[in-house]
């Protein structure tokens, strides 16, 4: 946690107000005030959840229609229009792309009404653009919000990681170490044989070799076709996901989301760019990477406190999908917050239609 970082410094006071001469001594009533910054964040936590909902159901409208594109343009405007209307003075940091080719949500565009906290936005309006495309399970909706200046500026890249769910020991996993020696340090540490270990890895050629490997040492591989900020977010709860590694190369945008889900609910990761061509080295030097080989941990991708939500547009493990039912639209949506640790899921049933725009 940063040093000025917004944890909560909830002030616990003593009402002082004058007791009525000769009445009882009634027991001191505590009110409990939140510094101004802090009442903000939390009511943020809350206005998320409605940023991430507006882009899942515009996005839901039209999944199973083949079309990735409409899709993606539907939860980008949704989004857009929302994270206008936040109480925040916002910039995206991660966003759908670079000025010259996004028009919405392009990496450095200010959002939210000026007034408010100077924050840092990573959107991901639809993660699994071609999952929404075929109404194929684990499509989301998703942002991280953070203090300004403490999220890494990630080019759109692609990003090796590997990452783990809280409970370990620091220091398990390396990025740099072959998979068996992780695969046998995440066991050791489980208690358990390699053989108990599941890793999931996005199902791509470029993992072919690092499938095999993980095979090899009796580790049972789960394969994801698309969305890996959900992937690494199932470590956090292997009882529950059964997958205890998420291991190989995705998005950067994606990687950063993820470790900002990472930093409100415990857990390790480590990740590095792939720059390995003079015009994606050329990007990042752009953005501000000024060591490109550089090992990223959570602590270094998300440098503040943060809040993350992802609200679910086809049902997957994570999230349930948009149900649409008439007169109601209903949406699941789980938010996290760094300062504390609380993961909300929020079941939310919508009635109003026009403020969806569809
Ligand atoms: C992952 C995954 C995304 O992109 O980051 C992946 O989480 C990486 O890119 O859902 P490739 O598809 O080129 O492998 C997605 O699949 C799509 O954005």
Redesign the pocket.
């Known amino acids: 946690m940063t040093k000025d970082s917004l944890a909560p410094k909830l002030k616990r006071s003593i009402s002082s107000a004058a007791e009525p001469p000769g009445r009882n001594r009634a027991a001191p009533t505590a009110a409990i005030t939140v510094e101004p910054e802090l009442l903000i964040e939390r009511i943020l936590t809350l206005e998320i959840v409605r940023v991430t909902e507006r882009a899942a159901v515009s996005a839901a409208r039209l999944r199973g229609g083949g079309n990735e594109v409409e899709v993606d343009r539907a939860a980008v405007d949704a989004m857009r229009r929302e994270l206008k209307k936040l109480p925040i003075n916002g910039t995206v940091v991660i966003g759908e792309g670079e000025r010259d080719e996004a028009p919405m949500l392009f990496i450095g565009e200010k959002v939210g009404t000026g007034n408010g906290p100077k924050v840092d936005i990573a959107v991901?309006p639809l993660?699994?653009?071609?999952?929404c495309a075929k109404n194929m399970p684990g499509a989301i909706a998703t942002i991280a919000v953070a203090e300004g200046g403490t999220l890494l500026n990630a080019p759109d890249v692609?990003m090796e990681k590997i990452a783990i769910g809280p409970g370990y020991p620091p220091g398990v996993i390396d990025l740099d170490a072959p998979p068996h020696e992780n695969i046998a340090a995440v066991a050791r540490a489980k208690g358990v044989q390699p053989t108990a270990i599941t890793v999931l890895i996005?199902d791509?050629p470029?993992h072919a070799g690092l499938i095999a490997a993980v095979r090899h040492t009796g580790a049972a591989v789960s394969l994801i076709?698309?969305?890996?900020?959900a992937?690494v977010i199932h470590t956090a709860q292997p009882n529950a996901t059964g997958i205890d590694i998420y291991m190989g190369?995705?998005?950067a945008p994606?990687?950063v989301l993820a470790a900002a889900a990472l930093r409100c609910i415990g857990g390790q990761m480590q990740t590095r760019l792939v720059l390995d061509t003079a015009e994606t080295r050329k990007r990042a030097a752009e953005m501000g990477i000024r060591n490109p080989g550089k090992k990223y941990r959570i602590e270094d991708m998300v440098r503040g406190d943060c809040l993350f939500a992802a609200t679910g547009v086809t049902t997957g493990s994570m999230l349930r999908g948009v149900r649409f039912h008439g007169e109601v639209i209903d949406t699941d949506t789980v938010v996290m917050r760094s300062t504390t640790g609380t993961v909300r899921r929020i079941e939310t049933e919508h009635r109003q239609h026009a403020k969806f725009n569809l």
């Open positions: 991901d993660e699994g653009t071609t999952l692609y996005l791509r470029r076709t698309d969305g890996d900020i992937g190369i995705g998005g994606e990687g």
